[in-house]
């Protein structure tokens, strides 16, 4: 524990294994600047397993996760103007820029090269970043975020990741300039089909089984499913969409996805995979198309995200789950087993007393462990 510090509270993983266990630390105190958010709910996101299993190559232990974060604010210094004790805040993927390259001065903060995310990553000071699995975080105003009423807690927490990853480049790349435009979203990404339809896209799921075709249409509200698996339907789709957002996170073929596009389709890549993707160029050229990515979102747009998404009721689907129950979440996400965010209730699961049960359990297990060999 750092002398003077904030002591703080919350799960971290300590080694490649990824397996988080209770892990005390500190945060730096309030600053003038600085806003001090006592943590409600926090969602799992899949670049917190990525992080936490060092599947990028960047992880330092230990590493407290968490990036979705919706909490009270509970300390405002005195140069914080926007928010007071007792509002309702998130804290999102990053929580630090320069404030005076190009891309701060047009609200771009997401792509500023001195971007500091909000764990796994050190402060100018030096202070090491953790995370929102804890009780507590102590963040710059200018990176904090008002969260609107009538948007909730808990299924609005993954917006500050997920919601934000999806609206951004809509935005960009002219999905909400036309309404009736054809969108596929390949993947995991039940918040773009949300988003896409309140912007008056024609939606599409695009997926390698019809699993959850009903549930995209009848709870999601996409226009249509399809399967790639069923070579008759994508050759019928051949040509049929103006863009598609690939969310997918794992090794996949892009061929597939461009004979989906029209001439000057557009294919964005918001999904993060181990392994470079093979970028198939005879599809390219021959109509005109384009391949994009995009990372999140600035503070401002995210704001306005923030803003109509709680206008157009949109909220990301979630399962509840107490902190202790974070290592099977994790394996579970890692085998695509949720329905369709897990999120935290850090409020009221997380406390020192899991150390103690955590402890006992470890205890348990060397036991059965020891008596095994007999």
Not at 192 to 210: N, Q
Request: charged share 25%; proline share 3%.
């Amino acid at each position: 524990m750092v002398d003077g510090g904030h002591k703080a509270f919350g799960w971290a993983a300590k080694n490649e294994s990824g397996v988080l266990s209770p892990f005390h630390f500190s945060r730096r105190e309030n600053g003038e600047n600085d806003v001090t958010v006592k943590i409600l709910f926090c969602g799992v996101c899949h670049s917190d397993l990525h992080t936490i299993k060092n599947h990028w190559g960047i992880s330092r232990y230990p590493i407290v996760p968490g990036h979705e974060i919706v909490g009270i604010a509970t300390k405002v210094g005195k140069n914080v103007t926007k928010f007071k004790e007792g509002d309702r805040v998130g804290v999102g993927v990053i929580i630090g820029s320069c404030q005076s390259c190009e891309s701060c001065n047009q609200d771009l903060e997401n792509y500023c090269s001195k971007l500091v995310f909000t764990y796994n990553s050190r402060s100018s000071d030096g202070t090491r970043n953790q995370g929102g699995y804890s009780d507590v975080i102590v963040v710059d105003h200018r990176f904090v975020l008002r969260f609107p009423d009538g948007l909730p807690s808990d299924a609005g927490a993954p917006l500050l990741c997920a919601g934000i990853t999806v609206y951004s480049p809509m935005k960009y790349y002219g999905m909400t300039e036309d309404s009736g435009k054809h969108l596929g979203v390949s993947g995991l990404g039940h918040i773009a089909v949300k988003i896409g339809k309140a912007f008056g896209l024609r939606v599409t799921v695009i997926s390698r089984s019809s699993e959850k075709e009903r549930e995209a249409i009848d709870r999601l509200g996409a226009d249509a499913f399809l399967v790639t698996t069923d070579s008759q339907k994508m050759k019928d789709a051949v040509g049929t969409m103006d863009f598609i957002m690939d969310t997918v996170s794992a090794e996949h073929s892009l061929l597939p996805l461009f004979s989906l596009l029209n001439v000057n389709g557009k294919l964005v890549m918001l999904g993060l995979p181990e392994k470079p993707l093979e970028l198939p160029i005879f599809p390219l050229v021959s109509g005109r198309k384009m391949v994009g990515g995009s990372q999140i979102g600035g503070m401002k747009e995210t704001q306005e995200m923030l803003e109509f998404c709680a206008k157009h009721n949109i909220v990301s689907d979630i399962e509840l789950i107490k902190m202790s129950d974070i290592n099977s979440a994790m394996d579970r996400l890692a085998r695509s087993d949720v329905r369709y965010r897990f999120v935290i209730d850090v409020a009221n699961s997380l406390s020192p007393a899991s150390v103690i049960s955590c402890d006992i359990k470890e205890h348990v297990d060397h036991e059965v462990s020891v008596m095994s060999r007999f």
